[in-house]
């Protein structure tokens, strides 16, 4: 038997394809995963595969009411406007979260 490594995912060094936002409602998080917009699942590779077998199987509905074109453009483009949206409500709740005990530590 030769010896031969296997090769790992973190390896390949895959970049999330932007062109995959407009073909399977998928976008980019802040460690470049690939997550979906319609279920935000998020994955844990770039795989093409992966996100295509993903979009078939559990969104078909949303590939059936907008298909490719202007109508699943806009589709999207809402998508992403409410998971920004709801991204900044979270991350400002964080925040005024944070600085309660530090307006708290001050007065005292």
């Not at 298909?67 to 979270?90: C, T, Y």
Request: with cysteine; proline share 3%.
């Amino acid at each position: 038997m030769a010896n031969t490594k296997k090769r790992k995912v973190t390896e390949e060094n895959k970049t999330f394809n932007p062109a995959r936002t407009d073909s399977f409602a998928f976008t980019a998080d802040e460690t470049g995963s690939p997550v979906c917009l319609i279920c935000n699942e998020k994955f844990a590779n770039n795989k093409k595969s992966n996100v295509a077998r993903h979009f078939q199987n559990d969104h078909a509905a949303f590939a059936q009411k907008y298909l490719e074109g202007d109508e699943r453009k806009k589709a999207i483009l809402e998508l992403m406007r409410k998971a920004n949206l709801s991204k900044n409500h979270f991350k400002k709740w964080v925040m005024s979260a944070n600085l309660t005990p530090y307006a708290s530590f001050v007065a005292a």
